[in-house]
């Protein structure tokens, strides 16, 4: 497994999904974005859940927990949902752990493909899904979520959300910064208000998990910016800025949803910025 500093790295694939191709890259033409990622018959295109976990000798910290087992046969339905190959419990078992063990869970935001997996059914309860964890979210996003506008209501799911306020296990983090030696969070506020992305830095270099600013690699492109953002110019400039820094820093870019890439580089290219040396994590280094 590839350390950063103290962390010993690993890939957690929690299942896949499908949401709709236009959705997801907004005014770019399907007969463009569709090259890329070919669209089922209902224009779905399919998406990874894939998280990040890190363990040093005193903790086990896992970003995002993808969508979790909660759902209905009609939400299963609506977004293809597939657990067939692989689930949060299953792969945390693969890497040695159980959710007993995990001790902090850094939400980036709590859209259901991102937070869905924080809770789960106990008998007729919902009760938090990893019971010695703490959760770190952003105090601003936090209250975002649960006063969500119309256009985000029906991302953010009150059963995802309501039980770890209830537990008193929610960290509320106020602005960016450091969270643990070596590993801070970056705040956008283009796709929804005050997401945070993970970056871990140490000897070796650093990567950051980049969450729905990027959700595929197919969206380093500066225009390809999904439907799904509640302020689209935003994401356009903090997504330049970024990649930017992202390039200028040597940083390696995770992605949570690319169904092909799930760890990157960047390259400076005559079209712009692009992704490189596409790879699994086992070869970050």
Known sequence: ???????????????????????MFGIVPKPLWQRRIAPDERNRIPLHMRCLLLEDDGRLILIDNGVGDKYDAKF???????????????SL????????????????????????G??????????????????HVQHTHLDWARQPNEREKASFL??????????????????AGAVFPGIEVMLVNGHTEAQQMVKITGPEGTLVFVADLLPT??????????????????????????LDEALAGGWHLFFEHDPDVPLASLEQTERGIAAANPRPLDELF
Not at 217 to 238: F, G, K, N
């Open 217 to 242: 690699s197919h969206h380093l492109r500066a225009p390809w910016i999904m439907a799904y953002d509640v302020r689209p110019l935003v994401t356009l400039q903090e997504k330049k800025a970024f």
């Open 158 to 175: 009150s059963e995802n959300i309501e039980p770890l306020v209830a537990s008193g296990q929610i960290n509320r983090i106020d602005g």
């Open 118 to 135: 924080s809770t789960t059914r106990q008998g007729d309860r919902l009760v938090p899904a990893f019971p010695n964890a703490t959760y």
């Open 76 to 90: 299963q339905d609506i977004f293809a949902i597939d657990h067939d190959e692989h689930t949060l419990h299953a």
């Open 93 to 116: 078992n693969d890497a040695g752990f159980s959710p007993d063990d995990v001790t902090d869970v850094i939400l980036t935001h709590l859209h259901f493909d991102h937070a869905g």
């Open 1 to 23: 497994m590839p350390r950063i500093g103290p962390y010993t790295l690993y890939t957690i694939e929690t299942g896949r999904f499908r949401l709709d191709g236009g959705a």
